[in-house]
């Protein structure tokens, strides 16, 4: 008997049971499609966070103050940094950045705002992207005037839409916040994780200058630079560090510290790596269900058709046609169960992505390695029955009732 006579055989044999054969390979669709969605899902949120780190830049870093070892005379004041920019010539820009907790509010309605203080070189280094109207320029930088940049989610959580340019907010922190005028709206940074804009945070940017009047105990505990290339990021975080140790006598003391946002972007990477890994794995465990729900079925089926198999061994079969014919079966069941998961698997990624706002990232290599495991289900728990009904007596089995 060819191999086609064995795949007719199988394939009427599975049809003569439709719905014992749907359940055999329902174990197999469920772990497929777990693991292609979770796996795409976790693939294309690396791919959006690596974008949104690609935006700040791969030439930048951040210096950051020690603040457990730092005194008084360790932070960054507003004359390093004139003079980090003067003096290394691998820093394109250079921007203070500190970081606030505070409230932001029009005449009807108070929110919690993340306010970042920088002066008018930190679009470059953020790479914020305008939406509308303008980032505040040098001299409302060097006047400390009181001029804020929103993001789109702060803007329709306040006022309901997003180009609000010129309007007024109060904002700071809760005991003493102050009016100021928004001459700017960006794209939002929490814009990957959806769309409930409400429970989502809001973000504003402003002078630092003016963050000193909002806040009474500001100081500069970090800057970030860009390198005038990514080759020399390293160069110009190291250069800077040399530059403020010598300006603060802190050689030795370790105050100081670069990172680079690439690095950043490594960890996180390896979390969400490990995460979808941990996730698919315990997902593939519905496949090993799966698997046995196929042996169990392959091994009752040889019971049933045990005075079958005693003919076609009386007529003239070989033991091994009869163990090919078994294995086909199986096969065919855990072959059809991985196609049909994974296109449940892509459909189930796309329908997520598009709740969660994350689009997942499908590969050959994931497709063709799905239908070669679900063939290697098959083959593995295949074998036992097989051997099982190929071991079988003719008389036997022609006895058998």
Not at 85 to 105: E, W
Request: hydrophobic share 45%.
């Amino acid at each position: 008997m060819n191999i086609l006579e064995n795949l007719k055989i199988a394939i009427d044999s599975i049809r003569a049971n439709k719905l014992r054969s749907f359940l055999t390979m329902l174990g197999i669709i469920i772990g497929i499609s777990s693991v292609i969605t979770l796996v795409s899902l976790g693939q294309g949120a690396k791919e959006n966070i690596t974008g949104e780190f690609e935006k700040i830049g791969a030439s930048t870093i951040s210096i950051k103050v020690n603040i457990q070892k730092a005194s008084n005379s360790d932070f960054i004041t507003v004359d390093d940094i004139k003079q980090i920019k003067a003096k290394i010539p691998t820093v394109r820009y250079i921007t203070p950045s500190i970081q606030k907790q505070g409230i932001i509010s029009s005449e009807s309605k108070i929110k919690r705002v993340y306010i970042s203080g920088g002066n008018e070189e930190m679009m470059y280094v953020q790479n914020y992207e305008l939406l509308y109207g303008r980032f505040f320029n040098k001299n409302e930088y060097l006047e400390g005037k009181p001029v804020v940049v929103l993001d789109e989610v702060a803007a329709i959580n306040i006022f309901g839409y997003t180009d609000v340019t010129g309007k007024k907010v109060n904002i700071g922190s809760k005991l003493s916040p102050q009016k100021a005028t928004i001459i700017g709206v960006t794209k939002s940074e929490m814009g990957i994780f959806g769309g409930d804009y409400e429970n989502m945070p809001a973000f504003a940017v402003v002078s630092n200058t003016f963050m000193q009047n909002l806040f009474n105990d500001t100081v500069i505990d970090m800057i970030l630079i860009s390198a005038t290339t990514k080759e020399e990021a390293e160069n110009a975080g190291n250069g800077t560090i040399r530059l403020l140790e010598s300006r603060h006598n802190s050689r030795g003391r370790n105050i100081y510290r670069a990172d680079n946002i690439l690095k950043q972007l490594e960890q996180v990477n390896k979390v969400i790596t490990i995460f979808t890994t941990f996730i698919g794995a315990v997902a593939a465990i519905s496949l090993l269900v799966g698997g046995i729900g196929v042996m169990n079925i392959m091994l009752v089926s040889v019971t049933e058709r045990t005075k079958e198999i005693g003919i076609r061994k009386a007529i003239g079969a070989t033991t091994k046609s009869i163990l090919i014919q078994f294995l086909i079966e199986s096969i065919i069941l855990s072959l059809i169960g991985g196609i049909i998961g994974m296109v449940m698997g892509v459909l189930g990624g796309y329908a997520i992505g598009k709740f969660i706002k994350v689009t997942p990232v499908l590969s050959l290599t994931a497709i063709i390695g799905t239908i070669l495991f679900s063939t290697s289900v098959g083959v593995f728990f295949g074998i036992y029955p097989a051997k099982k009904a190929a071991k079988l007596d003719p008389i036997e089995a022609l006895r058998y009732e």
